[in-house]
């Protein structure tokens, strides 16, 4: 009997572990949904739909270290990306981590912008925390940083790319 008893313990054990691993690959999917949609949404200064992405209580925190709350995070949203400005735009080395009911999207950015008729290219970094709430994942928290030329991702880690302000 107590055979029996520790195989069904262990064959729970699985299939609970088997349902959480696909649900937690379930959530990575979709998260790496809602990122590419969050980027094009900057691409094409799509405030309605980036609205349905970020959480009431979002803030954003800036390269600078500014703390920018929803209201104006998304005021400037409307005019944030200009194709004639900032010529190239990807996001690249995605790395998605779900824990629970939290989690973290972080990538990589690379830009090309105009400045003085002139081409300046760099790349920043961004890690976006989400909460999963009544089934939905929304992002509460927006942080970015600057990356120094030494830790640039490579081209290969590229997963969609805009020139103009469109996507190639």
């Known amino acids: 009997m107590r055979k029996v008893s520790i195989a069904v313990a262990i064959a729970?054990?699985?299939?609970?572990?088997?349902?959480?691993?696909?649900?937690?690959?379930?959530?990575?999917?979709?998260?790496?949904?809602?990122?590419a949609v969050f980027i094009h949404n900057y691409v094409t200064n799509n405030v309605a739909s980036h609205d349905t992405l970020i959480h009431t209580q979002f803030v954003h925190i800036s390269s600078t270290g500014k703390w920018v709350g929803r209201k104006e995070y998304l005021e400037n949203w409307k005019t944030?990306?200009?194709?004639?400005?900032?010529?190239?735009?990807?996001?690249?080395?995605?790395?998605?981590?779900?824990?629970?009911?939290?989690?973290?999207?972080?990538?990589?950015?690379?830009?090309?912008?105009?400045?003085?008729?002139?081409?300046?290219?760099?790349?920043?970094?961004?890690?976006?925390?989400?909460?999963?709430?009544n089934g939905r994942w929304k992002c509460i928290q927006a942080q970015i940083t600057n990356v120094a030329p030494e830790h640039f991702p490579g081209d290969e880690t590229i997963v969609k790319k805009y020139i103009n302000g469109r996507l190639q």
């Open 12 to 35: 729970t054990c699985v299939v609970f572990w088997n349902g959480a691993r696909y649900e937690e690959e379930d959530d990575v999917r979709e998260l790496r949904r809602i990122n």
């Open 80 to 133: 944030g990306f200009d194709p004639e400005k900032i010529v190239y735009w990807d996001y690249r080395s995605e790395r998605i981590t779900v824990i629970g009911t939290t989690a973290l999207v972080r990538s990589v950015n690379k830009y090309t912008v105009v400045e003085n008729e002139r081409k300046v290219t760099g790349m920043s970094q961004y890690t976006d925390t989400y909460v999963k709430e």
